[in-house]
């Protein structure tokens, strides 16, 4: 396990520098377009031919038939973003000793600017696409007619929703520069007619109200306990009576040390946020009824971030 780092690196250096996108090619053609060392090169584009992530032949390296959507740059399936968000995370997870000992620092750094948005929002998409469609069916949705995706990033949720509910509505909330990428992402779509984009910040701006159901989806964990409870009253006050939040992430039990993945995410948080965590049922319930809510449980049960509580405005 402590070793496990050795092939994380190889695969995090081969995206920053942009690797897989110059295949096929020679370690001795790839240098002609950059300055770096040859030998260097070659020693780590042999590694990740031992590795099985790229193949060689002739002094010729390439990126398997196999692989060749995921290690692409433009490629819907590409999981790129997701390794560039990975890079993101290595450089702050090296610093969890002196966290540690000293304190886990100011500033949401894994955003320290616009690439580092991008790669975000589009790593998030990559995690979320393969599961939204399937969460939202089984959460079955249908009585929703006008839904608040408040931090809805690329609109991966608000999609799913608006193709499992006909005739439904949504208004995706984010920070300007996401909706900018949602909108680029969604033009063309037949469903952009029924989506609202509302720009804003939630922990300053007040929630679009009128709404049936809003969606809280990995929000929590990048906050504390009082962020939640404001954010939960913006959450309430955006909704009609009788009508519902739904939030997914990561649930914790008493111990906090169950389920394994979101003991480890908490780890995540502290070295990527100022303030963030995950939480209990109890903890998240509390906060709900503190903004308004009654009635928080649990309506899908999950090991990871698709665990899902629901609490309803009286």
């Known amino acids: 396990m402590a070793k496990g780092f050795c092939a994380s690196r190889l695969i995090l250096t081969a995206a920053e520098l942009e690797i897989f996108t110059k295949l096929p090619a020679t370690a001795k053609e790839i240098i002609l377009e950059n300055p770096w060392d040859l030998n260097a090169l070659i020693i780590l584009l042999d590694a990740l031919t031992a590795i099985q992530l790229i193949e060689k032949k002739d002094d010729v390296y390439n990126v398997p038939k196999g692989l060749a959507k995921a290690l692409s740059a433009e490629a819907e399936e590409s999981i790129i973003p997701m390794i560039e968000h990975l890079n993101s995370m290595w450089h702050n997870w090296s610093s969890l000793s002196d966290i540690i000992k000293n304190n886990r620092g100011n500033g949401h750094k894994v955003l320290k600017d616009e690439k580092s948005l991008q790669s975000f929002i589009m790593a998030m998409h990559v995690i979320e696409r393969d599961v939204a469609d399937n969460l939202t069916t089984k959460l079955d949705p249908s009585w929703a007619k006008n839904i608040l995706d408040v931090g809805g990033a690329s609109g991966t949720y608000t999609i799913a929703f608006l193709n499992a509910i006909k005739g439904a509505r949504a208004t995706l909330f984010d920070l ?3 909706i ?3 909108c680029k992402k969604l033009k063309g779509s037949e469903l952009l007619k029924r989506i609202t984009f509302k720009s804003g910040d939630f922990y300053k701006d007040t929630l679009p109200a009128g709404h049936d159901l809003v969606w809280l ?8 306990r009082k962020q939640n409870r404001m954010l939960f009253k913006k959450c309430f006050n955006a909704l009609i009576h009788k009508g519902k939040i739904w939030i997914r992430d990561h649930i914790m039990d008493k111990t906090r040390t169950k389920p394994p993945g979101g003991a480890i995410f908490a780890v995540n948080m502290l070295v990527m946020t100022p303030h963030g965590g995950t939480y209990t049922l109890d ?13 928080p449980e649990i309506i899908h049960k999950d090991n990871e971030m698709d665990c899902i509580v629901e609490a309803v405005k009286p």
């Open 176 to 178: 300007s520069p996401v």
């Open 180 to 182: 900018s990428l949602a």
């Open 217 to 224: 989806s990995a929000i929590i964990h990048q906050n504390n």
């Open 283 to 295: 903890e998240v319930s509390e906060d709900l009824i503190y903004a308004g809510f009654i009635n």
